[in-house]
């Protein structure tokens, strides 16, 4: 998660123009590392990077709306950024994000928000009005569904109680919190750890995908089809913002197929919600018999980490995972020529069917 900035503190931040030199200048560097960028946070602007405090008035709406889009520009259209407060991004581009406009591509629906005094007190340090509170914490909460959410805890004074467990865990919840920095303020940190839901802090940032059932056919022949049904719940404080590809493994440790699912969304499967989807799929006509694992994929989108296990998306279930495979086994299915049900000859791949 990188962030550029000119000072670590209230020193002088440089010129527009000389930002958007700078950004330029770093895009080759991005776009060739955009594999292992979770997000980018939209620094450049004031004391630490975090849009306030500017010496050269980039905090204007006119100067920040174009660092931001250049940074979005320098940056592959399959990655985000992080704005510091909901006030900057309405300024930008307006209403919260809709159902209809998440993930499609445009400036609006890849810029995330970021909060880095979050419990500091009842605005945040700033990070809301105090004269519209709820307003834009019901902005964040509903951009927050698609897009990322994170920062670090501070404090400005002795005292604050906004950093006990039951409210900490309420904001997360309720802002789809992805990920906190764990290095500061180190005593808010320590106060998860002494009362208690640090763990489960750890455990729900993000997303935490489960799987609650999964039906999976025993039996099924060569150039056989059959309909793949899956319900997950999702108990993460947050979502995949990030588009990952989901396909459906059919493996015996000798022989391999896989399918990509295209219609089915992984980020659309929603903090605290049940996820359902079912795939119709054909088997190729010329698989061996014998027991397969029938398994769901989820790896990393970037095709120079999609063969490695480390990147793939892991259940919370207990049972199921392959380390070595990278994917969760939904059960074992045979394959058996004298299985029920209709074959195609013809069939040369394992494949997507209709909708069922």
Same mark, same amino acid.
């Given at each position: 998660?990188?962030?550029?900035?000119?000072?670590?503190?209230?020193?002088?931040?440089?010129?527009?123009?000389?930002?958007?030199?700078?950004?330029?200048?770093? @895009?080759?560097?991005?776009?060739?590392?955009?594999?292992?960028?979770?997000?980018?946070?939209?620094?450049?602007? %004031?004391?630490? %990077?975090?849009?306030?405090?500017?010496?050269?008035?980039?905090?204007?709406?006119?100067?920040?709306?174009?660092?931001?889009?250049?940074? *979005?520009?320098?940056?592959?259209?399959? #990655?985000? $950024?992080?704005?510091?407060?909901?006030?900057?991004?309405?300024?930008?581009?307006?209403?919260?994000?809709?159902?209809?406009? =998440?993930? !499609?591509?445009?400036?609006?629906?890849? @810029? &995330?928000?970021?909060?880095?005094?979050? *419990?500091?007190?009842?605005?945040?340090?700033?990070?809301?009005?105090?004269?519209?509170?709820?307003?834009?914490? @019901? /902005?964040?909460?509903?951009?927050?569904?698609?897009?990322?959410?994170?920062?670090?805890?501070?404090?400005? +004074?002795?005292?604050?109680?906004? %950093?006990?467990?039951?409210?900490?865990?309420?904001?997360?919840? #309720?802002?789809?919190?992805?990920?906190? +920095?764990?290095?500061? /303020?180190?005593?808010?940190?320590? #106060?998860?750890?002494?009362?208690?839901?640090?763990?489960?802090?750890?455990?729900?940032?993000?997303?935490?995908?489960?799987?609650?059932?999964?039906?999976?056919?025993?039996?099924?022949?060569?150039?056989?089809?059959?309909?793949?049904?899956?319900?997950?719940?999702?108990?993460?404080?947050?979502?995949?913002?990030?588009?990952?590809?989901?396909?459906?493994?059919?493996?015996? %440790?000798?022989?391999?197929?896989?399918?990509?699912?295209?219609?089915?969304?992984?980020?659309?499967?929603?903090?605290?919600?049940?996820?359902?989807?079912?795939?119709? *799929?054909?088997?190729?006509? +010329?698989?061996?018999?014998?027991?397969?694992?029938?398994?769901?994929?989820?790896? !990393?989108?970037?095709?120079?980490? #999609?063969?490695?296990?480390? /990147?793939?998306?892991?259940?919370?279930?207990? =049972?199921?995972?392959?380390?070595?495979? &990278?994917?969760?086994?939904?059960?074992?299915?045979? $394959?058996?020529?004298?299985?029920?049900?209709?074959?195609?000859?013809?069939?040369?791949?394992?494949?997507?069917?209709?909708?069922?």
């Amino acid at each position: 998660i990188p962030r550029f900035a000119y000072n670590f503190g209230f020193e002088d931040d440089a010129p527009l123009s000389r930002v958007l030199a700078h950004i330029a200048q770093i @895009t080759p560097v991005l776009q060739a590392n955009a594999d292992v960028i979770a997000v980018l946070h939209a620094g450049f602007i %004031g004391a630490w %990077g975090e849009w306030h405090a500017s010496t050269n008035d980039l905090t204007s709406p006119e100067n920040s709306k174009q660092i931001a889009e250049a940074l *979005l520009d320098a940056l592959p259209a399959s #990655r985000m $950024i992080q704005v510091r407060t909901p006030r900057a991004k309405e300024a930008m581009w307006g209403a919260p994000l809709t159902p209809a406009e =998440a993930f !499609d591509g445009s400036y609006k629906a890849r @810029t &995330g928000h970021l909060n880095d005094c979050f *419990l500091c007190n009842d605005t945040d340090a700033g990070t809301y009005p105090s004269s519209d509170l709820e307003t834009y914490k @019901t /902005f964040v909460a509903q951009e927050t569904l698609f897009t990322p959410m994170g920062g670090e805890t501070c404090q400005l +004074n002795e005292g604050n109680q906004r %950093g006990d467990c039951a409210t900490t865990l309420a904001e997360m919840e #309720r802002l789809h919190w992805s990920y906190i +920095n764990l290095d500061f /303020f180190e005593p808010a940190i320590e #106060r998860w750890r002494t009362e208690g839901c640090f763990d489960t802090i750890e455990r729900r940032l993000g997303y935490r995908f489960g799987l609650v059932e999964a039906d999976v056919p025993p039996h099924v022949r060569p150039g056989g089809n059959f309909v793949l049904r899956v319900q997950l719940h999702n108990d993460g404080f947050g979502s995949l913002y990030n588009e990952r590809p989901v396909f459906v493994v059919l493996d015996d %440790g000798s022989n391999r197929y896989e399918v990509e699912l295209p219609s089915v969304d992984a980020r659309r499967w929603a903090a605290g919600e049940d996820a359902e989807w079912s795939a119709h *799929l054909e088997l190729p006509s +010329n698989v061996p018999e014998g027991d397969y694992a029938l398994a769901v994929w989820l790896p !990393d989108e970037a095709a120079a980490l #999609r063969a490695n296990p480390a /990147f793939s998306v892991r259940f919370a279930n207990d =049972a199921g995972w392959d380390p070595d495979q &990278g994917y969760h086994v939904l059960g074992q299915v045979q $394959i058996d020529d004298d299985a029920a049900g209709s074959s195609n000859p013809d069939a040369a791949a394992f494949t997507v069917l209709d909708e069922p």
